[in-house]
């Protein structure tokens, strides 16, 4: 019996759509889960009402929005708002995704580092565009930190630079990293317990006991995880937004 | 993708042990390079997709729901501030038409109070003027009848005094005399 963690992450083409130069564009696994969470996430929000008393579903559409709205307005201030939809969408996107692939036998979109990619640089190039288009050269002052001494400011400014760089570098790959690692963890210990039984017989199942527990454990942990990491991504995107909107440190 | 032991029927629910069937190569799917333009052309569609539902539909409807509810609070709050605005005021009002009519009710006392005085005085003087005018007229009668009487006195006695002596001396003495000595008397 042979444990496979990596067999999850598979992406099986369903049906293609068309060719890009020589590169095939498929429809997806990925694709689908993809259409699943905007479905998930349109009919929570619009199939729920809009009633004065909200019911169980309007409440969890209104609480969401209150949410998103709370974390812009503390992290980006008021002016932030005008990004609301972006980061809603970032927001609800991962965590409905997530959610959704942490149940057994699906497939979890943002495992996949070129996803996450696409949706940090989608946030990097907001920042930059914004920033540049709002405040014109006066945004590049973020590279440039009041109060450091002349003779170290060149050194903090590389610093400065290289970090603001490598934001959608760390911002993709902990939301991918941390998916894909716990994805695995849950794959290897789940596994472990059939291996046992599998291979020890009764005493293995008995022994299976203690993975099983560490698996229930680890999926109620993955379950935090995956709107966390959700919550991670929404809350930085609101500070490096912070950043276009407000340029001074 | 073929499943190479029967597959995995455990109680562990939440695992599926298939083994990989070799399709992609033994290789790591999220670093397969082949399947990077599929995904980010999906991820394109979908999530600009997800961001008009959001930004044109979600948001509005639900941002209007919390809105119209805030409003509604509001509203209501409001309304039963006003409300609570004119009952007080109606108290007030209340309150202040009682003490004026407590305070007209213990005029309207006093002045008929002070009138009722006033009217059982000038009867009580009235009164009391009659009766010493009765009581004068009395006084005057009595002093008449006391002078009368008097008189009538002192004819009697001089009478009596002139019988006497006219008894004792057989004289009839002189009526001037008689009186003068009757008068003495009367006097001493």
Known sequence: MKIDPIHQFNIEPLFTIGHIGNQTIAFTN??????VAVAIISLLMLASGAQLIPGRLQSVAEISYEFVASTIRSTAGAEGMKFFPLIFSLFMFICVSNL?????????????LIVTVGLALLVFFTVLIYGVAKNGLKFFSIFVPHGVPGYILPLVMFIEILSFFLRPVSHSIRLFANMLAGHIALKVFAGFVAMLGFSLGAIGWVGGVLPLALTVALYALEILVAFLQAYVFAILTCIYLNDAIHPGH | MAESHGGAKGPAAGAHTEADGGHHGGGFPPFESSTFASQLVSLAIFFVLLYVIVSKLALPKVGGA???RQNKIEGDLAEAQALKDQSEAALKAYEGELASARSRAQAIGNESRD???AQADAERKALEEQLAAKLAEAEKTIASTRTTAMSNVRGIAADAAGQIVQQLTGVIPDAASVNAAVDASLKG
Do not use: R
């Open chain 2, 66 to 68: 919390i809105e119209a």
């Open chain 1, 30 to 35: 990925s694709s689908l889960y993809m259409l």
């Open chain 1, 100 to 112: 959704v692939g942490i149940i057994p036998y699906t497939f979890t979109v943002s495992s996949h």
């Open chain 2, 115 to 117: 009138k009722a005085n």
